[in-house]
């Protein structure tokens, strides 16, 4: 038996019991008659005393010779502290020791292993199991567990079957680029690895599976924005002879009962809000409703005025700043250069300032008077001591440039409150958008979405109109998971791919599987899929999800710890019936 107790477990009652422990030495503190060493393990920290007088000399020895994160085993008595810590558990004991066994020695870590670190990221990515014996890695995972531990309580409880799904397959189309695998015994041959498990999961529903879920690894091979992996995990989910509206209940259920069971908070009915309407007043396809700053338009009250930069605007729009008033020209300036950085790409900002008695300061005093700014103020919803921010230019441009000053107004003045979840769902997404560089329509969602069939007619004249049965569930400004209403029917699914630019044959090529399923009576069915990491970083009060990750990779989508991607030696090539002629 290596231990008789864990080192986060022994309490005040436990006084005079002989107990055997096991862990890490955390630190020591030599004071020449009496040693204390922290023991720590996964469960809490133990102080140890090894005391002359009470302690063989041969014991005394081997404890001075303990380094940080030797492993050691020790037996001993526990006995009250003198001076207790009430931070720790354990706090009101030590325990005196009579044996001590170093079980490893440890080179000296290369980073402090405390909650503060001396560390930078890179060097705790390349020793990551020296990271997670951190409390804040370790209590991530923790975390992670738990969360992973009440999706799967909730879902099977509601009869959900949790069913794995291949991992070498062909391509799945979630608008990304697959990562590949040669095939050894098909030469010239790859599988690619799955952007999600799709068409697996409606092939369930096929198979009348009725309820299907699976916490699962995904794959694509995108330039890793920040915060971004390229394998990640969802909760991913499909149901048989359901509505939106059951799928919406079934997860916004799933999502009260983590935030319930994880934070103890109840959150009534989710709001519901259109992707349009989400675009009009927040910019954004997944608009942070903790805080307000709504965009108001001001195209009817600002255009058609001696100032020519809103004139020519497709469109103008605003956001009332509580408070800021009292800003600086320098303050002002700030912002506006701000949204002038390329992330952003604003040509330029106008600024209003809401001061006592309905007195108005713009900088573009000169071309309209008090009455018009008064409807400024009216539209944006600004009050006395706000400032309002009007961009304008292209619609769609304008709204995500304004979008972004209001996250990081939001972020500045610390409206977006970790511990405050504001759940909302956005719905009635377009089912197509326009792709600039390729001129042609791409799914929004996913090929497999079903039109709103009152937008059915406009398939052909008005493509980009067509709304979808699709959804996403937004927490605290991110997307925390999408999903839709698919379609079932064989020639419906046909004339989606023909509408994507598939031709019938480039379409049976690749989804000819899909299709064929469907003449083999297909329920009626959709789903979604939660985004594990995230929601988990979310949950958890965090907005990057790599502390959640055991093994996460960098942004250049490298394992620095294990140095992958690597080559691979001619034979194994050889094998694969591969030849190399790398590029650049
Ligand atoms: N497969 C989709 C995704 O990964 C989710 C879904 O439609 O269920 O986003």
């Not at 695998?181 to 690895?193: D, W």
């Not at 009007?390 to 990081?408: C, F, I, P």
Request: hydrophobic content about 40%; aromatic content about 10%; overall charge negative.
């Amino acid at each position: 038996m290596y231990r008789s107790h864990n080192c986060g477990e022994l309490r005040i009652a436990d006084v005079n019991k002989e107990v055997t422990l096991a862990g890490w030495v955390q630190k020591s503190r030599d004071k020449g008659f009496m040693i204390w060493v922290d023991l720590r393990d996964r469960y809490g920290i133990t102080q140890l005393i090894f005391d002359e007088s009470r302690t063989e000399e041969s014991v005394m020895q081997l404890a001075k010779s303990l380094g940080r994160e030797f492993v050691i085993q020790v037996k001993g008595i526990v006995i009250e502290r003198e001076s207790k810590n009430a931070n720790i558990p354990t706090g009101e004991l030590e325990v005196l020791v009579k044996e001590l066994t170093v079980l490893n020695e440890s080179q000296l870590p290369p980073f402090t292993i405390e909650d503060e670190t001396d560390g930078g990221e890179d060097i705790r990515m390349k020793y990551r199991y020296l990271d997670i014996r951190r409390n804040p890695v370790k209590n991530s995972l923790l975390f992670r567990h738990k969360v992973t531990q009440e999706v799967r309580n909730y879902l099977s409880n509601l009869d959900f079957c949790e069913v794995e799904t291949p991992y070498l397959i062909k391509s799945t189309p979630e608008g990304a680029r697959d990562f590949v695998v040669p095939s050894r015994m098909n030469p010239g041959q790859f599988y690619a690895l799955p952007q999600s498990p799709q068409t697996f999961k409606q092939l369930l529903m096929v198979g009348g599976m009725d309820k299907y879920f699976q916490i699962v690894k995904c794959f694509r091979d995108e330039d890793l924005r920040a915060d971004r992996q390229p394998e990640f995990t969802q909760i991913d989910c499909e149901m048989s002879f359901i509505e939106q509206e059951d799928i919406l209940n079934v997860f916004e259920g799933l999502t009260r009962h983590l935030l319930k069971n994880i934070h103890n908070i109840e959150i009534e009915k989710f709001p519901r809000m259109t992707f349009d309407e989400a675009m009009k007043t927040y910019g954004n396809d997944k608009p942070d409703i903790r805080f307000g700053m709504k965009f108001g338009e001001l195209n009817a009250v600002a255009q058609h005025k001696e100032f020519p930069v809103f004139n020519s605007a497709e469109l103008v729009v605003g956001i009332a700043v509580p408070g800021a008033a009292t800003y600086t020209r320098k303050e002002i300036d700030a912002l506006i250069d701000w949204v002038k950085r390329p992330q952003v790409g604003a040509l330029g900002m106008v600024y209003v300032k809401c001061e006592a008695n309905n007195q108005y300061k713009s900088s573009v005093d000169k071309f309209y008077d008090q009455a018009d700014l008064a409807k400024w103020a009216e539209a944006t919803g600004a009050n006395e001591g706000d400032l309002i921010l009007v961009l304008s230019g292209s619609a769609n441009k304008t709204r995500s440039q304004l979008s972004a000053l209001r996250m990081e107004l939001g972020n500045r003045m610390g409206l977006r409150k970790p511990n405050e979840f504001a759940p909302l769902w956005v719905v009635d997404f377009p089912l197509l958008e326009w792709d600039e560089d390729s001129e042609r329509f791409h799914a929004m969602h996913h090929p497999f979405t079903s039109p709103k069939p009152e937008d059915m007619h406009l398939l052909d004249t008005d493509p980009g109109k067509v709304r979808a049965n699709a959804y996403d569930l937004v927490l605290n400004g991110n997307e925390i998971g999408g999903g839709s209403i698919r379609i079932h029917d064989k020639d419906m699914q046909a004339l989606m791919f023909k509408h994507l630019g598939f031709t019938t044959e480039q379409a049976q090529e690749q989804f000819g599987f899909l299709m064929n399923a469907f003449q083999f009576g297909a329920p009626p069915h959709g789903g979604l899929a939660f985004g594990l990491d995230r929601l988990t970083a979310i949950l958890g009060g965090q907005e990057t999800i790599r502390d959640f990750i055991a093994f996460p990779k960098n942004n250049s989508g490298r394992d620095v710890m294990i140095d992958a991607p690597a080559t691979i030696d001619n034979t194994q090539l050889d094998e694969l019936s591969i030849m190399l002629n790398v590029k650049g």
